[in-house]
């Protein structure tokens, strides 16, 4: 990757061509976090804006639109804007609008009713985003698939405020950053599993891609607060609770002689989903993103924030992914 790369790409011809960026951040202090993730789809005429506030208070502030969108030439639709100020290093992330607030992020299992019963606020934030290490790229594409072709991640200091209802809060965090371009389709992983966390001084990366066959693409960094490591191989354990959602996961990150190990507790969890119709046939499939805000612990007992987020196709009413 260049600078260069952190600035928009010329569309492609595929119909799924889809440009995006996404950014994870938490304040430990306020206790206040989330991700928020604004993209292109120029080629179908759309845009997709998410903004997910995990709350002080256990409850969630949660917004989705699919504005019209037909070009890829900025970042910004439906409230939400990204400004690059300096590639790679600096960016500005905006959004003035509306966040349905809900009491309970587990009923987003049935987020119709979720979202049609709870209040809507209005909700503003300006937060300025710096780069505390370099841009690491990754690919978890295969030959018969594509997901992210061209694909990096960087963890970042977050600054800025949140007004949720009239009420302010100061943002002083950590996370995480990622960019993408390229066709990309939610049905196209069989499941996979995506975990970062960030501090000042270390940040990391896992992801585990499982395929149909039983064969996965796993990969990831470690910033250990000089060095960014490659991860060359990664083992992940999952306790799940009756809604066969994650409750904890031990995640062991290998990079040539050097393991660092982290126990992760989810502290608030979000059920989403993508229910696709197939064109031709009719047929409705349904697609699960389960989306935990973390706490790791580092096994030299580091205490750090950030996400695990569980994507499955659902097969006969079960994740398929339930081995990782």
């Known amino acids: 990757m260049t600078p260069d790369d952190d600035y928009l790409h010329t569309p492609g011809a595929d119909p799924a061509f889809s440009e995006s960026m996404y950014f994870h951040f938490y304040d430990p202090r306020a206790r206040l976090g989330g991700f928020l993730r604004i993209g292109n ?86 937060l300025s985003v710096y780069a505390i290490a370099p841009e690491s790229e990754h690919s978890f594409d295969a030959d018969d698939v594509s997901f992210v072709p061209n694909h990096y991640e960087q963890p970042i200091a977050v600054d800025g405020r949140i007004r949720l209802a009239g009420d302010t809060t100061t943002i002083h965090g950590h996370g995480l950053r990622d960019h993408t371009w390229g066709p990309r389709s939610w049905q196209a992983p069989w499941f996979y599993r995506w975990v970062h966390g960030c501090t000042d001084g270390f940040g990391f990366m896992g992801a585990w891609f499982g395929r149909q066959d039983g064969s996965a693409i796993r990969g990831g960094f470690v910033w250990d607060g000089r060095v960014q490591h490659r991860v060359t191989a990664i083992d992940l354990g999952t306790v799940r609770d009756d809604r066969d959602e994650q409750v904890e996961v031990d995640v062991v990150l290998r990079s040539d002689a050097r393991e660092w190990k982290l126990h992760g507790r989810a502290r608030a969890t979000v059920p989403l989903r993508h229910r696709p119709t197939d064109d031709t046939t009719g047929k409705v499939s349904m697609t699960r993103i389960v989306e935990s805000l973390m706490s790791w612990t580092l096994h030299d007992g580091r205490e750090l924030y950030g996400m695990s987020e569980y994507l499955d196709q659902i097969v006969d009413g079960r994740p398929v992914g339930l081995e990782v």
């Open 41 to 126: 789809r120029p080629n179908e005429g759309h845009g997709e804006v998410t903004v997910c506030l995990y709350l002080p208070d256990g409850r969630l502030g949660f917004a989705y639109e699919q504005p019209r969108v037909t070009s890829n030439d900025r970042l910004d639709a439906a409230g939400m804007r990204v400004e690059v100020r300096e590639p790679m290093r600096h960016l500005e992330l905006a959004f003035d609008g509306n966040v349905t607030v809900v009491d309970d992020p587990a009923m987003m299992t049935d987020p119709r009713a979720a979202l049609g019963g709870s209040p809507v606020r209005d909700c503003s934030l300006a």
